[in-house]
């Protein structure tokens, strides 16, 4: 494969995250708004674009070839409580409750 078709797939797939995580944001927010602001990390004001958007411009903007979303935490901790390398079963959900737990914390921080 050539390092242009690699770019291409690249770029295409980039294109297809977008749109679904724009179509997935939109509906989260017209769905529970609230809930929609922690599971996307996303601003009030951000927010209301995204909710009015009509289809062609969510079309418009995921065609773009720069990634909308991106991971919201960049530590190793909540790295560590997400994966749970080594741990037993019984602690995942423990670890997973933890990793909401401060990423939560930092959602109230932002905002």
């Known amino acids: 494969m050539s390092t242009t078709t690699t770019t291409e797939q690249i770029l295409a797939n980039i294109r297809e995250a977008n749109l679904s ?3 997935l944001a939109q509906n989260l927010i017209r769905a529970d708004r609230d809930e929609a602001l922690f599971r996307l990390g996303i ?3 951000t ?3 995204l909710a009015v958007l009509s289809p062609s411009q969510l079309m418009k903007i995921a ?3 720069t990634l909308l979303c991106r991971f919201r935490f960049d530590d190793e901790l909540v790295w560590g409580l997400l994966t749970n390398h080594g741990k ?3 602690n995942d959900a423990t ?3 933890h990793a909401a737990i401060v ?4 959602h109230q921080e932002a905002a």
């Open 47 to 49: 927010a209301d674009l």
């Open 21 to 23: 995580y724009l179509m």
């Open 43 to 45: 601003s009030e004001e």
């Open 95 to 97: 670890s997973r409750l």
């Open 63 to 65: 065609s773009g070839n």
């Open 103 to 106: 990423m939560a914390g930092r």
């Open 88 to 90: 037993a079963a019984a």
